[in-house]
C-alpha cells in the first residue's frame, strides 16, 4: 500500500465470537490527505474501490466509507430463551409474547456510523418487502449493544429516521445485565472501546415460531431478498 493509501484509509479489524467461531468485519474510515493534491488523492483511492462497497453519510455530513466483509448466512439450529427488555417507548418488552410468529433479530448501536446504518437499513427493506399478511406473522426486532446510550428516546428517534413502522418492529434496550444476557443467548461478542463506540458481532437472525434460531446472517448488509425467502421459508412450515 502507497503512503497516500495509508494516509487516506485507517482499518479497524473487529473480531466478535458467534458460537464458538470467529467473525470479522472490516470497517475503513476517511482521514484528510496531507501531501497530495485532491486529483492524487482521487486517484490513490481507486485502489480501493475493488473493496468498498458502501459510504455513509452522517447527520453532521460526514461520510463514514465501509468495507465490509461478505455478509455470510448460515443455516442454524440454536434455542433461545426468554428475555426481557424495554422498547422505543419505555414500555416492557417480553421475546414470549412474540410466540408462533417468525422473528427477525438484529444488533446495533444508534451512534455506530458504519456497520449498524447497513443492518437497520436491510431490516426496514425487508420490513417494506412483506406482504400484508406476513407484516402480521413476523416481527423485527433491534437490540442495542449500547445501554449507556441508547435509551429508549434514543432509539425511538433512531427508528424514526429510517422509516420504521412500529406495529411489527421494535427497537430494544435495557440494563447491562439483561441486555448481556440477551447477547449471550444469540451468541454476540460486544467489547465497548470508548463512549458510543462499541466493537460487537454482526448479527442478524431469523428465529422461528417456536423460539429457535433458523438463520444466521453474519456481517454488515444481509440482503433483504434472501431473508425474505427464508422468512417464507419458515411461514410455510406452519
Known amino acids: 500500500m502507497s503512503r497516500g493509501g495509508r494516509d487516506s484509509i485507517r482499518w479497524w479489524l473487529l473480531t466478535a465470537i458467534f458460537r464458538g467461531r470467529q467473525c470479522w468485519a472490516m470497517t475503513t474510515r476517511p482521514t484528510i490527505p496531507r501531501r497530495s493534491s485532491l486529483h492524487q488523492y482521487f486517484a490513490r483511492s481507486l485502489v480501493f474501490l475493488p473493496t468498498i462497497a458502501f459510504a455513509v453519510v452522517t447527520s453532521d455530513g460526514l461520510t463514514a466509507e465501509v468495507q465490509p466483509a461478505r455478509t455470510e448466512r448460515r443455516v442454524a439450529r440454536r434455542a433461545i430463551e426468554n428475555f426481557t427488555l ?38 426496514r427493506q425487508t420490513q417494506i418487502g412483506l406482504t400484508p399478511k406476513e407484516h402480521t406473522q413476523v416481527e423485527l426486532l433491534t437490540v442495542t449493544t449500547d445501554a449507556e446510550i441508547d435509551s429508549p428516546k434514543v432509539l425511538n428517534a433512531y427508528a424514526k429516521r429510517y422509516g420504521a413502522e412500529f406495529d411489527n418492529w421494535a427497537f430494544l434496550t435495557g440494563s447491562p445485565a439483561a441486555l448481556g444476557h440477551v447477547w449471550k443467548n444469540f451468541g454476540v461478542g460486544v467489547k ?5 463506540l462499541i466493537d460487537h458481532t454482526p ?7 417456536t423460539r429457535l434460531m433458523r438463520f444466521a446472517y453474519i456481517g ?19
Open 86 to 123: 424495554v422498547d422505543q417507548n419505555g414500555a416492557r418488552f417480553d421475546f414470549e409474547s412474540l410466540a408462533g410468529r417468525v422473528v427477525i433479530v438484529s444488533f446495533a448501536y444508534t451512534t455506530c456510523v458504519d456497520i449498524c446504518p447497513l443492518i437497520t437499513t436491510a431490516l
Open 220 to 238: 454488515p448488509s444481509p440482503d433483504p431478498h434472501v431473508m425474505l425467502d427464508d422468512v417464507r421459508s419458515l411461514l410455510k412450515q406452519q
Open 203 to 209: 448479527l442478524t437472525a431469523i428465529v422461528d415460531p
Open 192 to 196: 465497548r472501546r470508548a463512549r458510543g
